[in-house]
């Protein structure tokens, strides 16, 4: 069984920052390509950011310049810093593959940016 652990989100103002991580099962890490991914309630739950191993990260246009994805290899996570957020930030936010496996969703982590 995969286990994919989000941690980090939390109420915050607009304008400020928080740090998401997913804590990957060793058996998975590996892998090409780990993302983020938003589900705000009512609407579908859509990438915001990937990262690769053999290329520049991706990052959906409104978290551009805001948000860094990254990977980090001691501690076996993915990580998100999240700047300057807004309140269209707000949202459940699981990582996953790309494209994701149905059996690897985690329990998210919520995020709830006031205006």
């Known amino acids: 069984q995969v286990h994919l652990v989000e941690s980090g989100g939390d109420l915050v103002q607009a304008g400020g920052s928080l740090r998401l991580t997913c804590t990957i099962d060793k058996s998975i890490f590996n892998i090409n390509r780990w993302c983020w991914y938003r589900q705000a309630a009512g609407q579908s739950r859509d990438m915001v950011a990937c990262e690769t191993i053999y290329d520049q990260p991706r990052y959906v246009n409104s978290v551009k310049g805001r948000f860094t994805i990254s990977r980090d290899y001691a501690r076996r996570q993915s990580t998100l810093q999240m700047n300057n957020l807004k309140a269209e930030d707000t949202g459940v936010y699981y990582c996953?593959?790309?494209?994701?496996?149905?059996?690897?969703w985690g329990q998210g982590t919520q995020v709830t940016v006031s205006s």
């Open positions: 996953n593959a790309d494209p994701p496996y149905t059996d690897w």
